[in-house]
């Protein structure tokens, strides 16, 4: 099972490295893993999604608390949440294919960012599924490069119900 965990960390040389070596000796592959800096100063948010049965993700969890520039852990998988990642993907696209492209990201929310003279780059954001099902209508044009950051995710805010 595909999992997402949540980390904040201290801002600070080599927290990266020591997270992705944990990872490594114990055999676990990271899916993705995105950072950056978190709502206060000082501190980074990883989001880190991975395969395994709960036993293993648990495992890693307790492993990283251990860790000194470790200040929370979440296992936020089955969490309401938002998930986003964002792609950039490249494709063959002379001046005759372009409009029938665009007819094809528009229903995605996506953008044409850039475009050569055979080529056109298309940004979308979104979860990983509906990135995929993108990438798949777009690859009979001709795929030349992707760029994808991986999951980045949140847990929704609770809604509180005000009795009357």
Excluded: C, W
């Amino acid at each position: 099972m595909r999992h997402t965990l949540s980390v904040l960390v201290n801002d600070q040389p080599g927290v990266l490295a020591r997270i992705a070596g944990l990872f490594s000796r114990r055999g676990f592959n990271i899916d993705s893993l995105t950072v950056g800096p978190a709502e206060e100063a000082g501190l980074s948010r990883m989001t880190i999604t991975t395969i395994g049965d709960e036993d293993t993700i648990e495992q890693v969890m307790k492993q990283l608390h251990k860790l000194i520039d470790v200040i929370k852990v979440q296992n936020i998988t089955n969490d309401p949440m938002v998930e986003r990642e964002l792609l950039l993907i490249k494709i063959a696209a002379n001046p005759a294919a372009r409009t029938e492209i665009t007819g094809i990201v528009e229903p995605f929310r996506a953008s044409v960012v850039d475009v050569g003279r055979n080529s056109m780059i298309i940004q979308a954001t979104g979860n990983r599924e509906k990135n995929d099902a993108l990438i798949e209508l777009l690859r009979p044009y001709g795929v030349k490069e992707i760029a994808r950051t991986g999951a980045t995710a949140l847990v929704r805010s609770q809604v509180v119900r005000v009795k009357q």
